[in-house]
Protein backbone atom coordinates (compact mmCIF):
# COMPACT_ATOMS: atom_id res chain seq x y z
CA UNK A 1 0.00 0.00 0.00
CA UNK A 2 1.77 3.13 -0.94
CA UNK A 3 -0.45 5.93 -2.06
CA UNK A 4 -3.73 6.34 0.38
CA UNK A 5 -7.02 8.34 -1.29
CA UNK A 6 -8.85 10.13 2.00
CA UNK A 7 -12.52 10.41 0.78
CA UNK A 8 -13.57 12.43 3.67
CA UNK A 9 -12.97 16.31 4.85
CA UNK A 10 -12.02 18.49 8.07
CA UNK A 11 -10.00 17.47 10.97
CA UNK A 12 -10.44 13.72 10.69
CA UNK A 13 -8.94 13.91 6.94
CA UNK A 14 -5.77 15.86 8.43
CA UNK A 15 -5.37 12.84 11.17
CA UNK A 16 -5.43 10.38 8.09
CA UNK A 17 -2.83 12.17 6.43
CA UNK A 18 -0.37 12.56 9.40
CA UNK A 19 -0.89 8.97 9.95
CA UNK A 20 -0.03 8.21 6.48
CA UNK A 21 2.81 10.06 6.12
CA UNK A 22 4.20 8.34 9.14
CA UNK A 23 3.26 4.60 7.98
CA UNK A 24 5.62 5.64 4.82
CA UNK A 25 2.09 6.23 2.29
CA UNK A 26 1.62 9.07 0.01
CA UNK A 27 -1.98 11.24 0.47
CA UNK A 28 -4.35 12.01 -2.02
CA UNK A 29 -7.12 14.42 -0.78
CA UNK A 30 -10.63 15.46 -2.44
CA UNK A 31 -12.38 18.33 -2.18
CA UNK A 32 -15.91 19.94 -3.10
CA UNK A 33 -15.84 23.40 -4.26
CA UNK A 34 -16.30 24.89 -1.11
CA UNK A 35 -13.36 22.94 0.53
CA UNK A 36 -10.48 24.36 -1.93
CA UNK A 37 -8.22 26.08 0.79
CA UNK A 38 -9.45 23.50 3.34
CA UNK A 39 -6.50 22.47 5.38
CA UNK A 40 -6.54 18.87 4.81
CA UNK A 41 -6.43 20.27 0.89
CA UNK A 42 -3.05 21.55 1.85
CA UNK A 43 -1.55 18.70 3.75
CA UNK A 44 -2.42 16.00 1.01
CA UNK A 45 0.88 15.36 -1.48
CA UNK A 46 -1.97 15.96 -3.73
CA UNK A 47 -5.36 17.39 -4.33
CA UNK A 48 -8.06 16.24 -6.76
CA UNK A 49 -11.48 18.17 -7.38
CA UNK A 50 -14.49 16.45 -6.27
CA UNK A 51 -17.54 18.78 -7.66
CA UNK A 52 -20.30 16.14 -6.89
CA UNK A 53 -19.58 16.22 -3.21
CA UNK A 54 -17.81 13.81 -1.38
CA UNK A 55 -20.65 11.02 -1.71
CA UNK A 56 -19.48 11.25 -5.24
CA UNK A 57 -19.01 8.10 -5.40
CA UNK A 58 -17.97 7.73 -9.42
CA UNK A 59 -16.02 10.79 -8.74
CA UNK A 60 -13.60 9.35 -6.21
CA UNK A 61 -13.03 6.13 -7.92
CA UNK A 62 -12.32 8.31 -11.04
CA UNK A 63 -9.52 10.39 -8.60
CA UNK A 64 -8.30 7.06 -7.49
CA UNK A 65 -7.81 6.12 -11.04
CA UNK A 66 -5.75 9.65 -11.89
CA UNK A 67 -4.08 9.57 -8.65
CA UNK A 68 -2.80 6.34 -8.92
CA UNK A 69 -3.90 5.61 -5.71
CA UNK A 70 -3.98 1.90 -5.09
CA UNK A 71 -6.13 2.30 -1.46
CA UNK A 72 -9.18 4.46 0.12
CA UNK A 73 -9.72 5.44 3.44
CA UNK A 74 -13.24 6.65 4.05
CA UNK A 75 -12.45 8.31 6.76
CA UNK A 76 -15.43 8.95 9.59
CA UNK A 77 -18.29 10.08 7.56
CA UNK A 78 -19.73 10.80 3.82
CA UNK A 79 -18.86 7.17 2.45
CA UNK A 80 -17.40 5.22 5.76
CA UNK A 81 -20.39 2.99 6.54
CA UNK A 82 -21.34 2.64 2.66
CA UNK A 83 -21.67 -1.20 1.33
CA UNK A 84 -21.51 0.13 -2.06
CA UNK A 85 -18.32 1.93 -1.51
CA UNK A 86 -16.85 -0.88 -0.02
CA UNK A 87 -17.57 -3.05 -2.78
CA UNK A 88 -16.47 -0.57 -5.45
CA UNK A 89 -13.77 0.09 -4.39
CA UNK A 90 -12.68 -3.75 -3.67
CA UNK A 91 -13.81 -4.42 -7.44
CA UNK A 92 -11.99 -1.77 -8.35
CA UNK A 93 -8.53 -3.28 -7.38
CA UNK A 94 -8.24 -1.37 -4.96
CA UNK A 95 -7.86 -1.77 -0.97
CA UNK A 96 -10.60 -0.72 1.30
CA UNK A 97 -9.66 0.99 4.64
CA UNK A 98 -12.38 -0.35 7.04
CA UNK A 99 -14.56 -3.59 7.65
CA UNK A 100 -15.58 -5.68 4.86
CA UNK A 101 -18.41 -5.46 2.56
CA UNK A 102 -20.32 -8.28 4.56
CA UNK A 103 -19.36 -6.46 7.56
CA UNK A 104 -20.99 -3.24 6.82
CA UNK A 105 -23.97 -5.01 5.37
CA UNK A 106 -24.66 -7.15 8.44
CA UNK A 107 -24.15 -4.30 10.75
CA UNK A 108 -25.64 -1.63 8.67
CA UNK A 109 -29.21 -2.86 9.54
CA UNK A 110 -29.64 -2.29 12.83
CA UNK A 111 -31.96 -4.25 13.34
CA UNK A 112 -29.74 -7.51 12.21
CA UNK A 113 -26.97 -6.32 14.78
CA UNK A 114 -29.59 -6.70 17.77
CA UNK A 115 -30.68 -9.96 16.66
CA UNK A 116 -27.23 -11.09 16.59
CA UNK A 117 -26.38 -9.18 19.84
CA UNK A 118 -29.07 -10.99 21.90
CA UNK A 119 -27.99 -14.32 20.67
CA UNK A 120 -24.50 -13.62 21.84
CA UNK A 121 -25.97 -12.72 25.33
CA UNK A 122 -26.18 -8.82 25.46
CA UNK A 123 -29.86 -7.92 25.86
CA UNK A 124 -30.60 -4.83 23.47
CA UNK A 125 -33.17 -2.22 25.01
CA UNK A 126 -36.84 -3.39 23.87
CA UNK A 127 -37.62 -2.97 20.45
CA UNK A 128 -39.58 -4.02 17.19
CA UNK A 129 -38.87 -7.56 16.22
CA UNK A 130 -37.70 -5.89 12.44
CA UNK A 131 -38.84 -3.17 10.41
CA UNK A 132 -41.94 -1.44 11.16
CA UNK A 133 -43.72 -0.81 7.85
CA UNK A 134 -46.08 2.22 8.96
CA UNK A 135 -47.16 4.78 12.19
CA UNK A 136 -49.74 1.92 13.06
CA UNK A 137 -47.11 -0.15 14.19
CA UNK A 138 -45.10 2.22 16.14
CA UNK A 139 -48.71 3.04 17.98
CA UNK A 140 -48.97 -0.90 18.57
CA UNK A 141 -45.52 -1.18 20.32
CA UNK A 142 -46.26 2.54 21.59
CA UNK A 143 -49.60 0.76 23.56
CA UNK A 144 -47.66 -2.35 24.67
CA UNK A 145 -43.79 -0.89 25.75
CA UNK A 146 -45.62 2.91 27.09
CA UNK A 147 -44.34 6.39 25.83
CA UNK A 148 -41.78 7.40 24.90
CA UNK A 149 -40.35 5.91 22.26
CA UNK A 150 -38.27 5.97 19.72
CA UNK A 151 -38.37 5.97 15.92
CA UNK A 152 -35.19 4.93 14.48
CA UNK A 153 -33.47 4.50 10.89
CA UNK A 154 -32.17 0.69 10.29
CA UNK A 155 -29.34 2.56 8.64
CA UNK A 156 -26.96 5.50 9.54
CA UNK A 157 -26.50 6.93 12.72
CA UNK A 158 -25.34 10.29 14.29
CA UNK A 159 -28.52 11.06 15.56
CA UNK A 160 -29.88 12.36 11.77
CA UNK A 161 -33.63 10.65 11.47
CA UNK A 162 -34.22 9.46 15.00
CA UNK A 163 -37.35 10.51 16.73
CA UNK A 164 -39.14 10.70 20.03
CA UNK A 165 -42.68 10.06 20.64
CA UNK A 166 -43.92 11.40 23.74
CA UNK A 167 -47.77 11.57 22.45
CA UNK A 168 -49.68 9.38 20.55
CA UNK A 169 -51.07 11.96 18.63
CA UNK A 170 -47.58 12.56 17.00
CA UNK A 171 -46.59 8.80 16.15
CA UNK A 172 -47.87 9.36 12.92
CA UNK A 173 -46.24 12.51 11.92
CA UNK A 174 -43.10 11.72 13.81
CA UNK A 175 -42.83 8.28 11.71
CA UNK A 176 -42.98 9.74 8.37
CA UNK A 177 -41.03 12.73 9.25
CA UNK A 178 -38.51 10.05 10.33
CA UNK A 179 -38.95 8.13 7.00
CA UNK A 180 -37.91 11.40 4.81
CA UNK A 181 -34.88 11.93 6.88
CA UNK A 182 -33.67 8.64 6.79
CA UNK A 183 -34.11 8.76 3.07
CA UNK A 184 -32.40 11.83 2.58
CA UNK A 185 -29.73 11.11 4.68
CA UNK A 186 -28.66 7.13 3.92
CA UNK A 187 -30.83 6.34 1.09
CA UNK A 188 -32.88 3.83 2.69
CA UNK A 189 -36.40 4.91 4.87
CA UNK A 190 -36.72 1.59 6.96
CA UNK A 191 -36.91 2.64 10.72
CA UNK A 192 -37.96 0.41 13.77
CA UNK A 193 -38.91 1.22 17.24
CA UNK A 194 -37.16 1.21 20.40
CA UNK A 195 -38.18 1.75 23.84
CA UNK A 196 -37.60 5.07 25.19
CA UNK A 197 -34.68 5.07 28.33
CA UNK A 198 -34.77 7.69 30.51
CA UNK A 199 -32.22 9.69 31.26
CA UNK A 200 -29.17 7.17 29.91
CA UNK A 201 -25.35 7.46 29.74
CA UNK A 202 -24.28 6.55 26.59
CA UNK A 203 -21.42 4.72 26.94
CA UNK A 204 -18.64 2.95 23.75
CA UNK A 205 -15.97 0.17 23.04
CA UNK A 206 -13.52 0.94 21.41
CA UNK A 207 -12.41 -2.30 19.32
CA UNK A 208 -9.78 -3.39 16.79
CA UNK A 209 -10.24 -6.48 14.66
CA UNK A 210 -7.28 -8.17 12.27
CA UNK A 211 -10.65 -9.86 10.08
CA UNK A 212 -9.80 -13.05 11.76
CA UNK A 213 -11.97 -13.39 14.47
CA UNK A 214 -9.02 -12.05 16.78
CA UNK A 215 -10.45 -8.53 18.58
CA UNK A 216 -8.50 -6.44 20.71
CA UNK A 217 -10.69 -3.83 23.15
CA UNK A 218 -9.17 -0.51 24.33
CA UNK A 219 -11.60 -0.02 27.02
CA UNK A 220 -14.74 2.75 27.13
CA UNK A 221 -15.55 6.02 26.91
CA UNK A 222 -18.45 8.31 27.94
CA UNK A 223 -19.96 10.04 25.16
CA UNK A 224 -23.02 11.33 27.02
CA UNK A 225 -23.04 14.82 26.65
CA UNK A 226 -24.72 15.39 23.04
CA UNK A 227 -26.83 17.80 21.31
CA UNK A 228 -29.60 16.47 18.73
CA UNK A 229 -27.96 13.08 19.25
CA UNK A 230 -23.94 13.99 18.65
CA UNK A 231 -21.49 14.34 20.84
CA UNK A 232 -19.84 17.43 22.60
CA UNK A 233 -17.66 15.98 25.01
CA UNK A 234 -15.82 12.16 25.51
CA UNK A 235 -13.68 11.03 28.40
CA UNK A 236 -11.95 7.67 28.59
CA UNK A 237 -12.49 5.34 30.23
CA UNK A 238 -16.14 6.36 30.95
CA UNK A 239 -16.37 7.15 34.84
CA UNK A 240 -18.20 5.78 37.35
CA UNK A 241 -19.01 2.18 36.27
CA UNK A 242 -18.67 -1.30 38.57
CA UNK A 243 -15.86 -3.64 36.96
CA UNK A 244 -19.18 -6.29 36.30
CA UNK A 245 -20.41 -3.28 34.40
CA UNK A 246 -17.23 -2.63 32.56
CA UNK A 247 -16.54 -6.58 31.92
CA UNK A 248 -20.26 -7.38 30.51
CA UNK A 249 -19.29 -4.56 27.81
CA UNK A 250 -16.24 -5.46 26.78
CA UNK A 251 -17.12 -9.24 27.10
CA UNK A 252 -19.49 -8.32 24.36
CA UNK A 253 -18.08 -6.22 22.13
CA UNK A 254 -15.57 -8.79 22.18
CA UNK A 255 -17.85 -12.00 20.94
CA UNK A 256 -19.94 -9.32 18.61
CA UNK A 257 -16.77 -8.57 16.33
CA UNK A 258 -14.82 -12.36 16.98
CA UNK A 259 -18.20 -13.67 15.67
CA UNK A 260 -18.46 -11.21 12.54
CA UNK A 261 -14.30 -11.98 12.08
CA UNK A 262 -14.53 -7.68 12.54
CA UNK A 263 -11.53 -6.01 10.63
CA UNK A 264 -10.14 -2.53 11.12
CA UNK A 265 -11.50 -0.21 13.91
CA UNK A 266 -15.05 -0.33 15.34
CA UNK A 267 -17.28 1.06 18.47
CA UNK A 268 -19.43 -0.75 20.30
CA UNK A 269 -22.28 1.31 21.65
CA UNK A 270 -24.63 0.37 24.44
CA UNK A 271 -26.91 2.48 27.08
CA UNK A 272 -26.61 2.39 30.72
CA UNK A 273 -29.92 3.52 32.74
CA UNK A 274 -30.29 5.29 36.02
CA UNK A 275 -30.66 1.71 37.47
CA UNK A 276 -26.90 0.22 36.15
CA UNK A 277 -28.56 -1.95 33.61
CA UNK A 278 -27.04 -2.35 30.58
CA UNK A 279 -28.31 -2.47 27.09
CA UNK A 280 -26.75 -3.11 24.14
CA UNK A 281 -27.55 -0.33 21.23
CA UNK A 282 -25.38 -1.17 18.14
CA UNK A 283 -21.97 -1.07 16.49
CA UNK A 284 -20.81 1.88 14.56
CA UNK A 285 -18.28 -0.03 11.53
CA UNK A 286 -15.78 3.32 11.22
CA UNK A 287 -13.17 5.03 13.45
CA UNK A 288 -15.22 8.17 14.88
CA UNK A 289 -14.32 11.39 15.72
CA UNK A 290 -13.55 10.82 19.44
CA UNK A 291 -11.08 7.86 18.90
CA UNK A 292 -8.51 10.65 19.89
CA UNK A 293 -9.47 10.06 23.37
CA UNK A 294 -9.10 6.64 23.58
CA UNK A 295 -5.85 7.07 21.71
CA UNK A 296 -4.26 8.78 24.82
CA UNK A 297 -5.41 6.40 27.58
CA UNK A 298 -5.06 3.20 25.24
CA UNK A 299 -1.32 4.81 23.73
CA UNK A 300 -2.48 3.20 20.46
CA UNK A 301 -2.75 5.03 17.55
CA UNK A 302 -5.95 3.74 15.47
CA UNK A 303 -5.48 5.52 12.61
CA UNK A 304 -2.28 3.48 12.35
CA UNK A 305 -3.84 -0.17 12.98
CA UNK A 306 -6.52 0.37 10.61
CA UNK A 307 -3.68 0.39 7.75
CA UNK A 308 -1.59 -2.01 8.85
CA UNK A 309 -4.82 -4.62 8.87
CA UNK A 310 -5.66 -2.74 5.28
CA UNK A 311 -2.11 -3.87 4.22
CA UNK A 312 -2.08 -7.44 4.98
CA UNK A 313 0.04 -6.93 8.37
CA UNK A 314 -1.12 -7.66 11.97
CA UNK A 315 -2.37 -5.93 14.96
CA UNK A 316 0.34 -4.45 17.28
CA UNK A 317 -2.21 -4.78 20.05
CA UNK A 318 -4.14 -7.68 21.71
CA UNK A 319 -6.63 -8.77 24.19
CA UNK A 320 -7.52 -6.03 26.70
CA UNK A 321 -5.66 -3.13 26.31
CA UNK A 322 -4.18 -2.09 29.44
CA UNK A 323 -5.29 1.53 30.22
CA UNK A 324 -3.10 4.48 32.05
CA UNK A 325 -4.81 7.55 33.46
CA UNK A 326 -7.90 9.59 32.31
CA UNK A 327 -8.36 11.79 28.95
CA UNK A 328 -11.08 14.19 28.34
CA UNK A 329 -11.94 15.42 24.45
CA UNK A 330 -14.09 18.35 23.78
CA UNK A 331 -15.47 19.01 20.19
CA UNK A 332 -15.13 22.71 19.18
CA UNK A 333 -17.56 22.85 16.29
CA UNK A 334 -18.96 26.74 14.80
CA UNK A 335 -22.22 26.27 16.13
CA UNK A 336 -23.99 29.10 18.57
CA UNK A 337 -25.23 27.55 21.57
CA UNK A 338 -27.16 29.89 22.86
CA UNK A 339 -29.62 29.11 19.72
CA UNK A 340 -30.00 25.90 20.45
CA UNK A 341 -26.50 24.88 18.76
CA UNK A 342 -27.00 26.59 15.54
CA UNK A 343 -24.91 26.15 12.70
CA UNK A 344 -22.71 29.14 12.26
CA UNK A 345 -20.57 28.91 8.70
CA UNK A 346 -18.06 31.81 8.35
CA UNK A 347 -14.33 32.65 8.37
CA UNK A 348 -12.02 31.60 11.33
CA UNK A 349 -10.23 35.17 11.49
CA UNK A 350 -8.23 33.79 14.64
CA UNK A 351 -7.19 30.34 15.38
CA UNK A 352 -5.43 30.12 18.59
CA UNK A 353 -5.47 26.52 20.15
CA UNK A 354 -4.27 25.40 23.11
CA UNK A 355 -1.11 23.75 23.86
CA UNK A 356 1.25 22.63 27.44
CA UNK A 357 1.83 19.24 28.50
CA UNK A 358 -0.68 16.60 28.36
CA UNK A 359 -3.09 18.48 25.90
CA UNK A 360 -4.04 17.49 21.98
CA UNK A 361 -5.16 19.29 19.40
CA UNK A 362 -6.41 17.86 15.95
CA UNK A 363 -7.45 20.57 13.71
CA UNK A 364 -8.83 20.57 10.17
CA UNK A 365 -8.54 24.78 10.48
CA UNK A 366 -6.28 27.42 10.65
CA UNK A 367 -7.00 31.40 11.01
CA UNK A 368 -8.03 31.88 7.70
CA UNK A 369 -9.93 28.87 7.00
CA UNK A 370 -13.61 28.86 5.54
CA UNK A 371 -16.63 27.03 7.90
CA UNK A 372 -18.77 26.07 4.58
CA UNK A 373 -22.61 26.06 5.32
CA UNK A 374 -22.91 22.44 3.24
CA UNK A 375 -20.84 20.53 5.79
CA UNK A 376 -20.49 19.46 9.57
CA UNK A 377 -19.30 22.47 11.25
CA UNK A 378 -16.46 20.39 13.85
CA UNK A 379 -13.10 22.76 13.72
CA UNK A 380 -10.96 20.64 16.19
CA UNK A 381 -11.12 18.33 18.89
CA UNK A 382 -9.00 19.64 22.05
CA UNK A 383 -8.19 16.23 24.37
CA UNK A 384 -6.44 16.92 27.74
CA UNK A 385 -4.78 13.92 29.74
CA UNK A 386 -3.65 13.49 33.39
CA UNK A 387 -3.25 10.84 35.81
CA UNK A 388 -6.91 10.96 37.01
CA UNK A 389 -10.32 12.45 36.06
CA UNK A 390 -9.80 15.69 38.08
CA UNK A 391 -6.62 16.11 37.24
CA UNK A 392 -7.80 15.76 33.86
CA UNK A 393 -10.70 17.95 34.02
CA UNK A 394 -8.73 20.98 35.59
CA UNK A 395 -6.10 20.34 32.46
CA UNK A 396 -9.04 20.35 30.18
CA UNK A 397 -10.76 24.17 31.92
CA UNK A 398 -6.79 25.59 31.68
CA UNK A 399 -6.68 24.26 27.65
CA UNK A 400 -10.02 26.43 27.49
CA UNK A 401 -8.58 29.46 29.17
CA UNK A 402 -6.15 29.59 26.46
CA UNK A 403 -8.40 28.84 23.33
CA UNK A 404 -8.90 31.73 20.62
CA UNK A 405 -11.45 31.34 18.42
CA UNK A 406 -12.75 34.68 16.56
CA UNK A 407 -14.94 35.15 13.23
CA UNK A 408 -17.73 32.25 14.30
CA UNK A 409 -19.52 31.19 17.38
CA UNK A 410 -18.49 28.51 18.91
CA UNK A 411 -19.08 25.64 21.84
CA UNK A 412 -16.00 27.16 23.57
CA UNK A 413 -18.25 29.02 26.13
CA UNK A 414 -20.43 26.19 26.50
CA UNK A 415 -17.43 23.65 27.23
CA UNK A 416 -15.53 25.97 29.84
CA UNK A 417 -19.19 26.17 31.50
CA UNK A 418 -19.60 22.43 31.21
CA UNK A 419 -16.25 21.77 32.86
CA UNK A 420 -17.56 23.77 36.16
CA UNK A 421 -21.10 22.44 36.44
CA UNK A 422 -21.36 19.61 39.02
CA UNK A 423 -23.89 17.55 36.95
CA UNK A 424 -20.13 16.76 35.28
CA UNK A 425 -17.88 17.43 37.63
CA UNK A 426 -19.26 16.19 40.76
CA UNK A 427 -16.93 13.45 42.63
CA UNK A 428 -18.58 10.59 43.34
CA UNK A 429 -19.88 7.13 42.38
CA UNK A 430 -22.76 8.92 39.72
CA UNK A 431 -22.70 10.67 36.54
CA UNK A 432 -25.00 13.69 36.85
CA UNK A 433 -24.81 14.64 32.63
CA UNK A 434 -26.89 12.05 30.54
CA UNK A 435 -27.77 11.97 26.56
CA UNK A 436 -30.69 14.69 26.97
CA UNK A 437 -29.36 16.54 30.00
CA UNK A 438 -28.19 19.56 27.22
CA UNK A 439 -31.63 19.91 26.30
CA UNK A 440 -33.81 18.95 29.14
CA UNK A 441 -31.79 19.96 32.18
CA UNK A 442 -29.05 22.54 31.63
CA UNK A 443 -30.06 26.03 32.60
CA UNK A 444 -27.54 28.49 31.51
CA UNK A 445 -27.51 27.98 27.38
CA UNK A 446 -29.44 30.47 27.27
CA UNK A 447 -26.84 33.46 28.37
CA UNK A 448 -24.80 31.95 25.73
CA UNK A 449 -25.76 33.49 22.78
CA UNK A 450 -23.27 35.45 20.31
CA UNK A 451 -23.78 37.67 17.45
CA UNK A 452 -23.53 35.69 14.07
CA UNK A 453 -21.31 36.93 11.61
CA UNK A 454 -22.50 36.43 7.44
CA UNK A 455 -21.04 33.89 6.03
CA UNK A 456 -18.80 33.57 3.58
CA UNK A 457 -18.88 33.90 -0.20
CA UNK A 458 -17.52 30.66 -1.71
CA UNK A 459 -14.11 30.18 -2.53
CA UNK A 460 -14.47 28.75 -6.12
CA UNK A 461 -16.22 29.86 -8.89
CA UNK A 462 -16.79 27.48 -11.80
CA UNK A 463 -17.46 28.47 -15.49
CA UNK A 464 -16.47 26.53 -18.37
CA UNK A 465 -13.28 27.39 -21.25
CA UNK A 466 -13.19 25.84 -24.84
CA UNK A 467 -9.91 23.88 -25.59
CA UNK A 468 -9.19 22.80 -29.25
CA UNK A 469 -13.34 22.41 -29.76
CA UNK A 470 -13.50 20.27 -26.24
CA UNK A 471 -15.41 22.12 -23.28
CA UNK A 472 -13.64 21.69 -20.24
CA UNK A 473 -14.94 22.35 -16.48
CA UNK A 474 -12.65 25.42 -14.96
CA UNK A 475 -13.00 26.54 -11.45
CA UNK A 476 -11.47 29.45 -10.47
CA UNK A 477 -10.20 31.32 -6.95
CA UNK A 478 -12.98 34.29 -6.61
CA UNK A 479 -10.22 35.83 -4.06
CA UNK A 480 -8.21 35.81 -7.51
CA UNK A 481 -11.16 37.38 -9.69
CA UNK A 482 -11.94 39.81 -7.56
CA UNK A 483 -7.80 41.07 -8.07
CA UNK A 484 -8.52 41.05 -11.76
CA UNK A 485 -10.82 44.01 -11.63
CA UNK A 486 -10.92 46.02 -15.12
CA UNK A 487 -9.23 49.62 -14.95
CA UNK A 488 -11.25 52.38 -14.35
CA UNK A 489 -12.66 54.17 -18.04
CA UNK A 490 -10.00 56.71 -19.19
CA UNK A 491 -10.96 59.93 -20.91
CA UNK A 492 -9.78 58.29 -24.01
CA UNK A 493 -12.02 55.44 -23.28
CA UNK A 494 -14.86 57.72 -23.52
CA UNK A 495 -13.98 59.27 -26.54
CA UNK A 496 -16.28 58.17 -29.68
CA UNK A 497 -14.39 55.74 -32.06
CA UNK A 498 -12.77 56.66 -35.35
CA UNK A 499 -15.25 56.32 -38.18
CA UNK A 500 -17.49 58.84 -40.53
CA UNK A 501 -18.59 62.30 -38.45
CA UNK A 502 -22.41 62.82 -38.32
CA UNK A 503 -22.59 65.13 -41.38
CA UNK A 504 -20.30 62.90 -43.65
CA UNK A 505 -22.73 60.93 -45.87
CA UNK A 506 -22.19 59.81 -49.25
CA UNK A 507 -23.51 62.85 -51.18
CA UNK A 508 -27.00 62.46 -53.12
CA UNK A 509 -27.01 62.58 -57.12
CA UNK A 510 -28.71 65.40 -57.67
Known amino acids: MTTVLVADRGEIAVRIIRACAEYGARSVAVYADSDVEALHVRMADEAFALPGGYLDLDGVLDVAVRSGADAVHPGSGFLAESVEAARRVEAAGLTW ?43 EFARTHGLPVMIKPSRGGGGRGLRVVRRMADARDLYHSAVREATASFGSGTCFVEAYVDRPRHVEVQVLGDGTGSVATLGTRDCSVQRRGQQLLEEAPAPFLTPEQTAAMTTVARRLCSAMRYRSAGTVEFLVDRRGTVSFLGVDARVQVEHAVTEEVAAVDLIRQQLLVADGRPLEVAGDVPLGGHAIELRLAAEDPGRGFVPAPGTVVRFDPPGGPGVRVDSGVVSGSAVPAAFDSLLATVTARAPDRPAALARARAALAGTEIGGVPTVVSFHRRL ?60 VLLGRWEPDPPTEEDASPAPGPSAGSGSASAG
Open 419 to 478: LADPALTAEGETLGVHTRWVEDECAWLTDLGEKRPEPPDEPLLRTWIEIEGRRTSLGLPA
Open 97 to 139: IGPTAETLVALGDKTRARELARQLGAPPVPGSDGPVASAEEVL
